[in-house]
């Protein structure tokens, strides 16, 4: 079964901290994996991929397929990091996503 | 960059009335948009899955009579949620996948709340 796990629903660290959001996942094929971040009241928007290998706004993601996971890391956290994230899988015949329930990040001062 | 705007954004409704809620990509062709429904404080869950031009695709326990899905144009896809009751109420949000150039990506509206009372 195509399945996503945040196993944190919140997560909670100090401005300047490391932060790591962690994402597990089930896929019988070659999956390609998404982080999504939603700040307060907007949209949902892409923050990474993993085919990427890219930094986006200081946060990066591996791909370890060993241990099925693609956690989301941030050397510190800022304030404005503060949001509720979204690990996704792209799965079907159609690409759609498969979402994890989310992980809220609080950064406090 | 890709757009993709709802609306409406919020509606109130009565039980028993049907409610039409929009999906457009305002700047790219989409053949392809996506339904999903979100509860407060969980996931976002894929409804159905819109092609242009042809039927919609139901994920597992939804049900297609009460929400009808119309993908007409590459830049418009309708989900009409029919005799709407209380328990249909929820944050519904559309995405809709860019295929042409790249990378392949899916981008999302802001969502529509349904209220129904």
């Known amino acids: 079964a195509q399945r996503v796990t945040q196993p944190e629903k919140l997560l909670s660290v100090f401005k300047g901290a490391p932060v790591e959001l962690k994402c597990n996942y089930s896929?019988?094929?070659?999956?390609?994996l998404f982080w999504y971040v939603q700040y307060s009241r907007q949209r949902l928007q892409l923050l990474l991929r993993?085919?990427s290998r890219e930094s986006i706004k200081g946060f990066t993601a591996d791909l370890n397929k060993g241990e099925t996971s693609f956690h989301l890391k941030k050397p510190f956290a800022q304030e404005e990091d503060s949001a509720m994230y979204y690990c996704?899988?792209?799965?079907?015949?159609?690409?759609?996503?498969?979402f994890g329930k989310g992980t809220k990040l609080s950064v406090k001062p | 960059g890709a757009v993709v705007s709802q609306h409406p954004s919020w509606v109130i409704c009565k039980s028993g009335t049907s409610v039409k809620i929009e999906c457009r990509s305002l700047d790219f062709q989409a053949t392809t948009m996506f339904w999903y429904r979100q509860f407060p404080k969980q996931s976002l869950m894929l409804m159905a899955t819109?092609?242009?031009?042809?039927?919609?695709?139901?994920e597992q326990g939804v049900e297609k009579d009460k929400f009808l899905i119309n993908h007409a144009s590459l830049t418009l896809s309708t989900l009409t949620v029919t005799s709407a009751h209380p328990e249909d109420s929820s944050f519904y949000i559309c995405?809709?996948?860019?295929?042409?150039?790249?990378?392949?990506?899916?981008?999302f509206g802001p969502g529509t709340r349904l209220t129904v009372l």
């Open positions: 996704a899988l792209r799965g079907g015949s159609q690409g759609n996503l498969i």
């Open positions: 819109s092609n242009e031009g042809s039927k919609a695709t139901y």
């Open positions: 993993h085919i």
């Open positions: 995405s809709a996948r860019r295929l042409a150039g790249a990378p392949d990506e899916q981008f």
């Open positions: 896929y019988s094929g070659s999956p390609e």
